[in-house]
């Protein structure tokens, strides 16, 4: 890594630090959540450019950090652009079956809330 690319990491918990307290605060966002389902339906990497969120773009950077402090995102910089993707083989591997249940839930309660 050179020097320009280690002052442009960001801090991520290893895998032993992520702790289920955190990862259920930062799901229990709406705004957090639509940004994990996101992640999860494209399976790969999103600018942060890229999702619409009904917030400003300082509480977009909030949002980002919680997840990515709490360990539910990787975030990298590839040029300007900050990539995010979902940490979905640690969360598998700490919490078996909790993403995919949080998901399923949130759609199946979006389905409920539109009928």
Not at 86 to 108: E, I, K, M, N, Q
Request: charged residues 25%; glycine residues 6%; negative net charge.
């Amino acid at each position: 890594m050179t020097e320009r690319e280690a002052a442009r990491a960001l801090p991520h918990p290893g895998t032993g630090e992520i702790r289920l307290e955190a990862v259920l605060h930062a799901l229990s966002d709406p705004v957090r959540l639509s940004i994990v389902r996101e992640l999860a339906d494209t399976g790969d990497e999103l600018s942060c450019s890229h999702f619409e969120l009904p917030v400003t773009k300082s509480t977009t950077t909030h949002h980002f950090r919680v997840l990515r402090e709490c360990g539910v995102v990787r975030q990298t910089y590839r040029g300007t652009a900050k990539m995010n993707g979902l940490r979905r083989t640690d969360l598998d591997t700490l919490f078996p079956g909790l993403l995919d249940s949080v998901l399923t839930a949130a759609s199946a309660e979006e389905a409920r809330l539109a009928a």
